[in-house]
């Protein structure tokens, strides 16, 4: 079995006084897809929001690569590495694709890596480099799924 690369362990989170979360635990594995299930309200957003810090965590722990990132502000979290996509075909609608790819490479200081990173997105999806100009609203709902995969 592949090492985790996420682990959360006994997460107590919510909001206000409620609890949504009550000593959770879960791990993703390097290399494995890792899905939560489950019915509307029962709490997957909410452990989203809490690895990310956009929930207090008020017990338990977030770990990341082996680092304890729990309580993290968000920003520390996604410089890290870790990433999220929404679900739907959630993109910047009057901005071109271009535009929307280059919004996921804010974190990155490197002229060259983002390049790099452009030209290869570009190489596996070449309907974005044909529409590269085109605002991201007007994409299909197939091309915008690219789109925000390849941002990722």
Same mark, same amino acid.
């Given at each position: 079995?592949?090492?985790?690369?996420?682990?959360?362990?006994?997460?107590?989170?919510? &909001? *206000? !006084?409620?609890?949504?979360? !009550?000593? #959770?635990?879960? $791990?993703? $594995?390097?290399?494995?897809?890792?899905? +939560?299930?489950?019915?509307?309200?029962? @709490?997957?957003?909410?452990?989203?929001?809490? =690895?990310?810090? %956009?929930?207090?965590?008020? $017990? *338990?722990?977030?770990?990341?690569?082996?680092?304890?990132?729990? @309580?993290?502000?968000?920003? /520390?979290?996604?410089? $890290?590495?870790?990433?999220? =996509?929404?679900?739907?075909? /959630?993109?910047?609608?009057?901005?071109?694709?271009?535009?929307?790819?280059?919004?996921?490479? &804010?974190?990155?200081?490197?002229?060259?890596? #983002?390049?790099?990173? %452009?030209?290869?997105?570009?190489?596996?999806?070449?309907?974005?480099?044909?529409? /590269?100009?085109?605002?991201? *609203?007007? +994409?299909?709902?197939?091309?915008?799924?690219?789109? /925000?995969?390849?941002?990722?």
């Amino acid at each position: 079995m592949s090492e985790a690369i996420l682990t959360v362990e006994n997460l107590v989170a919510g &909001y *206000g !006084n409620a609890n949504v979360l !009550n000593g #959770i635990s879960v $791990q993703a $594995q390097d290399r494995a897809i890792t899905c +939560l299930l489950g019915a509307n309200g029962v @709490g997957k957003s909410t452990l989203i929001k809490a =690895i990310f810090g %956009l929930v207090p965590v008020r $017990q *338990g722990t977030v770990r990341f690569l082996g680092q304890d990132i729990t @309580g993290w502000e968000t920003h /520390r979290v996604v410089a $890290q590495g870790l990433a999220s =996509i929404p679900e739907g075909n /959630r993109v910047f609608p009057r901005m071109s694709v271009l535009d929307n790819l280059m919004a996921g490479a &804010y974190l990155e200081r490197s002229r060259a890596k #983002i390049a790099s990173r %452009l030209e290869r997105v570009m190489a596996l999806f070449p309907r974005l480099a044909e529409r /590269r100009d085109q605002f991201a *609203g007007t +994409l299909s709902g197939e091309s915008v799924r690219c789109c /925000r995969s390849a941002a990722g």
